[in-house]
């Protein structure tokens, strides 16, 4: 298996654009995970999905955030309009429900917004 | 009652020598601790976990010590190397119904020769 796939790997961009960023889970993962890393905060989790259903959005900072899973294998998270307070790294993470809850995450997304 | 709280924020070691993080947490429902190794520029990934059945889980150079009575968990990196220069998270978890991991707030850990 390839592992988590994200897309981009890096973005910059404009305030008050839009972004959008891409997850690809391990096939046969029934949790995906948004991540938010930034050196003041660490690792917050945004929001996660159990089956394509979102299951806790608490973390998600504000309106701007938005996230979905339309498919199994599709996740998107999604901000509008961008700010320079969003730039961080952005980590999905996807998980098979079990015995453990051992995360596998992706590369990383590397958000600057200008 | 959902915080985990690690200690240091960075550690300098020498190579060779041990290296010890420290974790401690609230909730007496979390049943999963396991620990994650960040390199820069690269996703969290796991290292080594324990369930609070057990005092000790020793892999290979790295050992996780439990205490149940004091809820608190640390990481051990016997004969550090640089190589295990990363930064290290703890984390807890309730494995059945919600998998949700509650991170700590990273040690970013340096090996010198």
């Known amino acids: 298996d390839a592992g988590v796939i994200q897309s981009p790997r890096h973005e910059v961009t404009e305030m008050g654009q839009e972004v959008t960023l891409r997850c690809k889970p391990i096939?046969?993962?029934?949790?995906l995970f948004w991540y938010r890393q930034t050196m003041m905060r660490g690792l917050e989790l945004l929001i996660y999905f159990n089956n394509n259903v979102p299951i806790d959005d608490s973390g998600m900072p504000e309106d701007r955030f938005s996230a979905k899973m339309p498919n199994a294998s599709f996740s998107t998270l999604k901000i509008q309009p961008s700010e320079p307070r969003d730039s961080a790294v952005y980590f999905c993470?996807?998980?098979?429900?079990?015995?453990?809850?051992?995360?596998?995450f992706g590369p990383g997304t590397r958000l600057t917004v200008l | 009652q959902q915080q985990v709280k690690q200690s240091p924020q960075s550690l300098i070691v020498q190579k060779g020598g041990i290296s010890i993080i420290n974790c401690a947490y609230e909730n007496t429902a979390f049943d999963y601790f396991p620990w994650y190794q960040q390199f820069p520029g690269k996703g969290p990934a796991l290292l080594i976990a324990i369930r609070p059945d057990v005092s000790e889980k020793k892999e290979g150079r790295f050992t996780i010590s439990f205490n149940k009575s004091a809820k608190q968990f640390s990481l051990h990196i016997m004969d550090s190397q640089p190589g295990d220069s990363a930064t290290y998270f703890c984390a807890a978890s309730i494995v059945f119904g919600n998998e949700k991991l509650t991170f700590g707030t990273g040690t970013r850990l340096t090996i010198i020769p």
């Open positions: 096939s046969g993962h029934d949790y």
């Open positions: 993470a996807s998980s098979l429900s079990g015995r453990t809850n051992e995360q596998f």
